[in-house]
């Protein structure tokens, strides 16, 4: 083999071995928009069911937002939420864990959203074509202050 075609054959296998990692890397990073605003509009929203779960036991309450201005603060809340794809099994030390089912205008419970703390957050979509659950942990600046607001 000539020292040109090997040249070429070593810039072929780095540009594939680039490409591979650069797609790699992508398919690990993604946001809330991503996931769940590309999917369901803030207009297709008719209720958001929230469970906030405690370390204390007897903690646990439940509420039912209605009100489209409180389903929008969360809404926004959460839309600027990037994501990196983890582990499904993280503890926290915080106090306070939130089950939330985003119920569409036709009753179907679209996605169903737990978030552990304010770095980790599990997204399940209830696809019926294509179910599916994703762990991930927030990369970004994240308080969920609407979502803890509808608890006052």
Not at 33 to 62: F, H
Not at 80 to 86: C, E, F, H, T
Not at 99 to 107: F, G, H, K, L
């Amino acid at each position: 083999m000539e020292k040109s075609e090997k040249y070429w054959l070593a810039g072929a296998v780095l540009a594939v071995a680039g490409v591979s990692l650069m797609s790699y890397t992508a398919s690990r990073y993604t946001s809330f928009k991503r996931v769940v605003a590309r999917t369901i509009r803030l207009e297709d929203i008719a209720a958001l069911e929230i469970t906030r779960l405690s370390s204390v036991p007897g903690e646990q309450k439940d509420v039912v937002l209605t009100e489209p201005e409180a389903i929008k603060r969360i809404y926004d809340d959460f839309s600027g939420v990037r994501l990196m794809k983890s582990a499904r099994n993280v503890n926290t030390d915080n106090k306070y864990s939130y089950y939330m089912t985003i119920v569409q205008a036709d009753r179907k419970q679209r996605f169903d959203i737990i978030l552990k703390g304010e770095h980790h957050m599990i997204i399940y979509d209830n696809d019926m074509n294509n179910p599916h659950l994703v762990a991930y942990k927030i990369i970004n600046e994240f308080s969920p202050l609407a979502l803890q607001q509808a608890f006052d």
